[in-house]
């Protein structure tokens, strides 16, 4: 499984960001699908996730009501639409997919930089 980034960028605090993520190969396989972000000098950490056909969905407190994350699956890509950003949002957002408990595949990362 291949995992494809996009729609990053600088935005204002306030503004928003919607980043997709473009799955190919064996997407047949892939269960739940994610996002998560790294900030410099902090940790990786779950921002999103949705299982397969969307049927449930978490997110990470901080952004809640703000993050929606979604999948196409027949187009083999998930979204993450990001409202009422804020400077703390800052961060390297990677599309991260599961194929059973053994099998991770992570994209290359989309930098999105939120200024104040």
């Known amino acids: 499984v291949q995992l494809v980034e996009s729609g990053g960028g600088l935005v204002q605090a306030g503004g928003s960001l919607r980043l997709s993520c473009a799955a190919s190969?064996?997407?047949?396989?892939?269960?739940?699908m994610g996002w998560y972000r790294q900030a410099p000098g902090k940790q990786r950490e779950l921002v999103a996730a949705?299982?397969?056909?969307?049927?449930?969905?978490n997110y990470l407190d901080s952004v809640k009501g703000r993050f929606t994350i979604s999948r196409d699956d027949a187009k083999n890509t998930m979204y993450l639409q990001m409202n009422s950003l804020k400077p703390e949002d800052t961060a390297v957002y990677y599309c991260?997919?599961?194929?059973?408990?053994?099998?991770?595949?992570w994209g290359q990362g989309t930098q999105v930089t939120v200024s104040s």
């Open positions: 991260h997919a599961a194929a059973g408990p053994m099998y991770d595949f």
């Open positions: 190969g064996s997407t047949f396989s892939i269960t739940a």
């Open positions: 949705i299982t397969s056909g969307g049927g449930s969905t």
